[in-house]
């Protein structure tokens, strides 16, 4: 897909219009109930979550079920309504699982066909369980031999496990949302076939330690698995595809996020450059004020777009969505860090503050670029995928 | 519905055809008649950002491209959006950019800037302002390519600060004396007329004391000489105007209108279809490097090239979705000084990938194909830097326009433009 392909793709998804309402709803949810008071109580809270607060997104909101189908038990609308409230809570920062329970977890089990999974998922989709994924122990860009843990299936001599049930061992890092899932969906390794499980979260096989994270508005945990019973929801190829799929969305999703953040820091830094006055005038005045400002909306105007485009993508050009993945991820998170460097810098002094909310968006940038994938890391992927793998060799 | 209300002139009927329908006539008649012009003979590629032709290969160029517009004209795919009595179709702005869609496909879109400069930006701001006669001369002239006109706008002294230009049309009895000179006029040696924007009120504030006119290419007192510009070429020219006289009939619009006849004229520059399409390299052809000469296994250019695809990806889309947006009659406001800077951005990347892949390949000749010629891309895209507004008037506006942030105090604005130093 290139310029004169993207320019196509785009209009043909631009022409379906976004359903109205939904950003007006999540900023009315905002105001209330997202103030930046709200977003710091939470964040430096010793759990980073508060529970009346989830259940006012989640329930009140439905916002967990937004792009799930009625039938299961959600809202309807699709993925391209669900990147608009990622967007909209972006621009607040406000600690919720929401990543955690509806872009990783309920997208995950809505993939495998296993019927015992039902249940598990209309609650996810309700709020009324929150769910988290283990990728793997390094937090890089997911690759099959990131995983550590591994699957053994139960016998069925073992009391109190089902058919399908197994045994996990080993370790998962980075796990969003962690101390608080009582559901995980875990990728193992079963022999040689990758493996997906489902664990409660109160399994005694099954210990939870917090990582102090630089970014208090996320929280991520090291989970270990000690003989700990699962039960077995795909398998094999069906499997690598489903983590494949549920990345490449999770990617967009953050995407979306990012663009919502940087959103909020450029408004904060040219409020603050209109207002400050120093050598008698407004910084705003000062050239190098104002192009550091316009050069954070060139990048954040074609992030936009093309994050629109991209989860637009998801419901109606899916075979453009392993391309429009990667790179949205990697040019969104350079672009959201920007945003927030300009926003501390424009502040001044201010900006370094652990008071001023600047810090707040700065350490969601730099862990949200880590997030899933370095940029570097996506644009590799990327090449891949255009079929541009790195064994390549010319005629020279 | 208020008395004496004239009907729009672009109002739909019910015998208005189907886009579908038009867009199906459209190709047929592209892929009966359409023969996409090759200018180079040579078997390297072409990565130019600025032409370096000949003169009489960029003449025949030209002749070629205007002949096109003429046939399009008659086939009655040119200005579809206006009225039928100026010589459009009155169909609403979808069917225009579907057309030029469709015409780049083949590739036949205009590509010689003084045609798209007639044709795209000085034939419908004489829609505007230009009177009657003038309108069914002058305009149709332009709009069918039959006669060519540039732009006389910027001077040695009025470049960002166009408005302080320092050309004067003097009153001559009913007629004027221009006295001046300009530059940076693309294919000033080529033209038939220019577009001058002449001081006529030296003692009004500098916007307010400009005036427009069209001035005859061969008229007694215009000397053109073409400027060589450092990618090789010469596409722009400055132009030496001593006491030429003119008639008040080539006067366009109102005496001291002249700024809002330069801003119409810039305003359709923003809006055209994207012109940057085909001018130096692209995706397709950076892929083509790498993988020629080896470099797709190295960690360093593999970056570089992810990022140039995803440059390409994202100006692509955001043009779209303004053409959706201006199709549902959003104002788009300065969002083109956005547009300028990313297609300067995918430049400057592609210029920095190529050196790094060439090496002194890309700045001595080894006589391989597709190396030196890179020169044509890496040297051009300095010039889009600084034309059509510096990246950093463009930053300005968009911070002003955009982002609403306060203006800079200027001196000269409300003064007499007489007593602004120089």
């Known amino acids: ?396 | 519905m208020s008395e004496g209300t004239l009907a729009a002139p672009t109002a739909v009927d019910e015998h208005t055809i189907s886009l579908t329908e038009f867009l199906n006539e459209a190709r047929a008649w592209l892929e009966a008649n359409c023969q996409p012009h090759t200018e180079d003979t040579s078997d390297d590629i072409d990565v130019q950002v600025f032409r370096n032709l000949s003169h009489e290969r960029e003449e025949a160029l030209i002749r070629a491209e205007a002949q096109w517009q003429q046939a399009k004209l008659a086939a009655g795919y040119v200005a579809l959006d206006w009225a039928v009595e100026d010589g459009g179709r009155g169909l609403a702005a979808p069917y225009t950019s579907a057309f030029d869609r469709l015409e780049a496909e083949f590739g036949a879109q205009l590509s010689h800037e003084l045609v798209l400069v007639t044709v795209k930006l000085i034939a419908p701001t004489l829609r505007r302002f230009a009177r009657p006669e003038q309108r069914q001369v002058h305009m149709r002239d332009f709009l069918s390519a039959t006669q060519l006109c540039c732009q006389l706008f910027s001077e040695p002294g009025a470049g960002s600060d166009l408005a302080a230009l320092a050309t004067r049309a003097r009153r001559d009895g009913d007629g004027w004396v221009v006295t001046g000179q300009k530059v940076w006029s693309s294919g000033a040696q080529f033209a038939d007329w220019g577009l001058l924007l002449a001081r006529t009120a030296p003692e009004q504030p500098k916007h307010a004391g400009i005036t427009a006119f069209l001035v005859p290419m061969d008229a007694p007192g215009v000397r053109v000489r073409p400027l060589r510009q450092l990618s090789g070429g010469s596409s722009f020219c400055e132009v030496f105007l001593d006491d030429v006289l003119l008639t008040d009939e080539l006067r366009v619009g109102e005496p001291g209108q002249g700024w809002a006849v330069a801003m119409t004229t810039l305003g359709f520059e923003r809006e055209s279809s994207d012109g940057s399409a085909g001018i130096g390299g692209s995706w397709e052809l950076v892929r083509e490097l790498a993988l020629r000469d080896g470099h797709g296994g190295d960690a360093v250019i593999r970056q570089g090239l992810a990022q140039v695809y995803t440059r390409t990806v994202m100006n692509s889309i955001t043009a779209a979705a303004d053409a959706v947006r201006r199709a549902e009659g959003e104002d788009l406001g300065a969002t083109g000084s956005l547009r300028k800077l990313q297609w300067v951005r995918l430049l400057a990347e592609i210029s920095d990938l190529v050196a790094e892949m060439l090496g002194a390949e890309l700045t001595a000749d080894s006589g391989r194909r597709a190396t030196f010629a890179w020169r044509d891309h890496v040297l051009g895209a300095v010039g889009y830097s600084i034309a059509g507004g510096t990246d950093e008037v463009q930053r300005s506006i968009i911070a002003e326009r955009l982002l609403g942030l306060p203006a800079e105090r200027r001196e000269d604005k409300s003064i007499p433009w007489n007593e602004v130093p120089r």
């Open chain 1, 1 to 396: 897909m290139t310029g004169v392909l993207a320019g196509r793709i785009a209009r043909r998804v631009f022409a379906v219009p976004e359903e109205p309402g939904v950003r007006e709803a999540v900023a009315q949810f905002a105001a209330r109930d997202a103030t930046h008071d709200t977003v710091r109580r939470i964040a430096e809270s010793p759990s980073g979550f508060d529970r009346d607060s989830w259940q006012a997104l989640a329930g009140e909101l439905g916002a967990a079920g937004i792009g799930v189908p009625e039938e299961c038990g959600g809202v309807g609308m699709g993925f391209a309504e669900l990147a608009v409230v990622m967007e909209e809570l972006g621009s607040t920062l406000l600690p919720s699982p929401l990543l955690a329970s509806r872009v990783l977890a309920v997208e995950m089990l809505s993939r495998c066909a296993v019927p015992e999974v039902r249940p598990t998922l209309r609650a996810l989709v309700a709020g009324d369980l929150i769910g988290t994924v283990a990728f793997g122990t390094s937090g890089r860009r997911w690759r099959p031999e990131d995983v550590g843990v591994s699957v053994r299936p139960a016998e069925r001599a073992v009391v109190g496990v089902e058919p399908m049930g197994c045994l996990l061992d080993g370790e998962a890092s980075y796990v969003l949302d962690g101390a608080i899932a009582d559901v995980l969906v875990v990728v193992g390794v079963d022999g040689g076939s990758l493996t997906l499980c489902l664990v409660v979260g109160t399994e005694p096989g099954l210990s939870v330690r917090p990582m102090e994270t630089i970014d208090l508005t996320r929280r991520q945990a090291k989970v270990r698995f000690e003989r700990c019973r699962a039960r077995m929801i795909a398998r094999g190829a069906s499997a690598v595809e489903i983590v494949g799929q549920v990345l490449d969305r999770a990617a967009i999703a953050l995407a979306a996020e990012q663009v919502g953040g940087a959103q909020r820091c450029l408004d904060m830094a040219v409020a603050y450059a209109k207002q400050r006055v120093q050598f008698g005038r407004p910084i705003g005045t000062f050239q190098a004020v104002k192009h550091a400002c316009a050069d954070v909306l060139l990048e954040l105007d074609a992030a936009r777009w093309t994050v629109r485009a991209a989860a637009r993508a998801v419901d109606h050009l899916p075979q453009e969505v392993p391309v429009l993945a990667p790179l949205v991820k990697a040019h969104c998170s350079q672009m959201y860090e920007s945003a927030a460097r300009a926003c501390v810098q424009i502040h001044g002094g201010i900006g370094f503050t652990w008071e001023f909310s600047a810090q707040l968006y700065l350490k969601r940038a730099l862990s949200s670029k880590a997030l899933f994938g370095t940029p570097r890391e996506h644009r590799e992927a990327l090449l891949n995928r255009l079929g541009l793998d790195s064994t390549q060799r010319g005629e020279r």
